[in-house]
């Protein structure tokens, strides 16, 4: 199954375009100016430990015919990057896939992941033909779960001790969104 990948979404002032090797070095500085907090949540962090990671991720989630995993940077004004979507997971010949998103720590609570969620959504709904996407996310993370209920992803339940993340297991609440319900 191959996503539809845009050439670039448009959200406010932002741009939203798949990354590039060129893009490396930015994505490193993200990570690496958001590591403690992205620690917290989620258990690829530790995984990066230079360019050439970042580099790596760039190429798995680059078009291809068979992709497994579709990832934008989210891009500000003068081309900063702030942050990350993603698709993970195709199941039912691409109508199904795992919503992800992480914007980086000083440009939080400024609207950006909404934003930037409500182009990706709105573009995989509409042009995509995707029908139903769904998040997973540790219960300790009221961001995000309050993201997702604006965008109006519904509570499906709690998977109990599903995810090992820094040695330890934790829960994960399990958040779905339908082409039906969309109406952003």
């Known amino acids: 199954m191959a996503f539809v990948v845009p050439k670039t979404l448009?959200?406010?002032?932002?741009?939203?375009?798949?990354?590039?090797?060129?893009?490396?070095?930015?994505l490193w500085d993200a990570i690496s100016a958001s590591r403690p907090l992205l620690r917290r949540r989620m258990r690829w962090?530790?995984?990066?430990?230079?360019?050439?990671?970042?580099?790596?991720?760039?190429?798995?989630?680059?078009?291809?015919?068979?992709?497994?995993e579709f990832a934008?940077?989210?891009?500000?004004?003068?081309?900063?990057?702030?942050?990350?979507?993603?698709?993970?997971?195709?199941?039912?010949?691409?109508?199904?896939?795992?919503?992800?998103?992480?914007?980086?720590?000083?440009?939080?609570?400024?609207g950006k992941g909404f934003a930037a969620a409500k182009a990706l959504i709105n573009h995989f709904f509409r042009k995509a033909g995707v029908r139903r996407l769904y998040a997973r996310l540790e219960p300790a993370n009221p961001e995000a779960r309050g993201l997702l209920r604006k965008l109006g992803f519904k509570y499906e339940g709690?998977?109990?001790?599903?995810?090992?993340?820094?040695?330890?297991?934790?829960?994960?609440?399990?958040?779905?969104?339908?082409?039906q319900e969309w109406k952003k």
């Open 10 to 26: 448009k959200a406010g002032s932002m741009s939203l375009r798949c990354l590039t090797e060129h893009d490396s070095p930015a």
């Open 45 to 68: 962090v530790d995984a990066v430990q230079s360019i050439d990671d970042c580099s790596a991720f760039i190429a798995r989630t680059q078009p291809a015919p068979e992709m497994t």
């Open 72 to 110: 934008v940077g989210v891009f500000e004004g003068r081309g900063r990057l702030s942050g990350v979507g993603a698709l993970q997971h195709p199941a039912e010949d691409g109508q199904v896939a795992e919503f992800s998103l992480w914007i980086r720590v000083e440009r939080r609570r400024r």
């Open 158 to 179: 709690r998977l109990r001790r599903e995810k090992r993340l820094n040695g330890r297991w934790v829960d994960q609440e399990c958040w779905g969104l339908l082409r």
